[in-house]
């Protein structure tokens, strides 16, 4: 008798994986290398030292979650490890660590830029169209992520039935 | 117990020594401009994100194919 393939374990961490891998990405790429923004650099400007260390004490908070988030998918990784029947699929878990990183993109794009206002994506520019962009990275990482999810999932179960 | 209490002492301590502007006129202003009125409010809203993240990692779950 043939066991069900099962996807959801490893589906699951790459999602918490996404999520907090992209708040990294979000935090050295454009927090730390390029500097056009920190989390509360629409309230303080980094124009003094002062600001810049008070925007580095509130980026410190933001990078707490982002890495207790990566942490519970290494955790739920580790434990997909010892299901049985589990598809180790490329395909899957890579569709799944971009849904993760749309949902955050969207979610922190929302909150942050446009409902709070405590930073915007280009600072200098204040709300421009690279919110707006930042917003649709996060749709299409959505999509893109849950589409290759299915994907994934429908070859195994047809190889399955074959 | 404390192994913690001393983990924490060495490591307040050593950041202590570490920070070179925490003793001065701009780590004071630096202070104040973290920990004051708006303290709790600032921290809620820098959070915030994370429930919202939560509910939608909830969700995602439950639409995942098992």
Redesign the interface.
């Known amino acids: 008798m043939n066991t069900p393939i099962v996807t959801k374990p490893l589906t699951r961490a790459g999602v918490f994986l996404g999520v907090g891998l992209g708040g990294f990405v979000d935090g050295i790429v454009f927090h730390q290398i390029f500097q056009i923004h920190a989390m509360v650099s629409a309230r303080v400007p980094k124009d003094s030292i002062r600001n810049i260390e008070i925007n580095m004490f509130w980026d410190g908070l933001f990078h707490t979650f982002t890495w207790i988030i990566t942490v519970v998918g290494l955790i739920l990784l580790f434990r997909a490890h010892a299901v049985r029947n589990i598809l180790w699929s490329g395909r899957l878990f890579v569709g799944a660590l971009f849904l993760g990183w749309g949902l955050f993109n969207l979610i922190e794009g929302v909150m942050n830029h446009h409902i709070l206002h405590l930073h915007y994506v280009v600072e200098a520019r204040g709300q421009s169209i690279f919110d707006v962009l930042f917003l649709l990275s996060g749709v299409v990482f959505i999509v893109g992520g849950w589409m290759a999810i299915r994907s994934a999932r429908g070859s195994a179960d047809a190889a399955h039935v074959a | 117990m404390r192994t913690i209490i001393a983990a924490m002492f060495t490591f307040a301590t050593s950041t202590g020594y570490g920070c070179t ?1 925490c003793d001065t006129a ?1 780590g004071s ?2 202070r104040a ?2 920990f004051n009125g708006s303290f709790f409010i ?2 809620i ?6 429930p ?2 939560g509910l ?2 909830y969700l ?2 439950r639409c ?3």
């Not at chain 2, 809203?45 to 994370?50: H, I, R």
């Open positions: 502007v701009t202003a630096v401009g973290i600032t921290f809203e820098v959070v915030s994100p994370f919202v993240l939608a990692l995602v779950d995942l194919p098992d």
